[in-house]
């Protein structure tokens, strides 16, 4: 069990059911990104572990999901984005559009508050139909 997990029950979790923790993979946990093997198989493993901790927390009074995120510019990758590669990623999405990393917030925010008490083990796709 994790440090967090060991919190949590110390808290009281097992009472008050309100236990939260949300796992951060990606669209790759379910989509081939070619040239990206390693990247693709660790976020598969990190939906899976969601799973898995939420199968063997549940009576504990913690909640696991996972939030698998499309393509979000960030300060590491826009330089790539602004090249032709990039725009032709873009311009391969149904929106052609990439996503903000404040597009996960609302998303995130329910997965961790009161409102998602009867969500665990839960895999959820944010990526504005980039995996489509």
């Given at each position: 069990?994790?440090?967090?997990?060991?919190?949590?029950?110390?808290?009281?979790?097992?009472?008050?059911?309100?236990?939260?923790?949300?796992?951060?993979?990606?669209?790759?946990?379910?989509?081939?990104?070619?040239?990206?093997?390693?990247?693709?198989?660790?976020?598969?493993?990190?939906?899976?572990?969601?799973?898995?901790?939420?199968r063997?927390?549940?009576?504990?009074?913690?909640?696991?999901?996972?939030?698998?995120?499309?393509y979000?510019?960030?300060?590491?990758?826009?330089?790539?984005?602004?090249?032709?590669?990039?725009?032709?990623?873009?311009?391969?999405?149904?929106?052609?559009?990439?996503?903000?990393?404040?597009?996960?917030?609302?998303?995130?925010?329910?997965?961790?508050?009161?409102a998602?008490?009867?969500?665990?083990?839960?895999?959820?796709?944010?990526?504005?139909?980039?995996?489509?």
């Amino acid at each position: 069990m994790t440090p967090g997990a060991r919190r949590m029950i110390k808290a009281g979790c097992p009472e008050t059911g309100r236990g939260r923790m949300l796992l951060v993979a990606s669209i790759g946990a379910h989509k081939v990104l070619p040239g990206l093997t390693a990247y693709c198989t660790s976020k598969a493993g990190t939906a899976m572990m969601g799973k898995s901790l939420a199968r063997e927390w549940a009576r504990k009074g913690i909640n696991v999901n996972v939030l698998c995120p499309g393509y979000i510019r960030t300060e590491l990758n826009s330089d790539w984005f602004d090249q032709e590669g990039g725009q032709k990623l873009v311009a391969s999405f149904p929106r052609k559009r990439l996503m903000a990393e404040s597009d996960l917030a609302p998303m995130a925010l329910h997965l961790l508050s009161d409102a998602s008490a009867t969500i665990t083990g839960g895999v959820f796709t944010v990526d504005d139909g980039q995996s489509l």
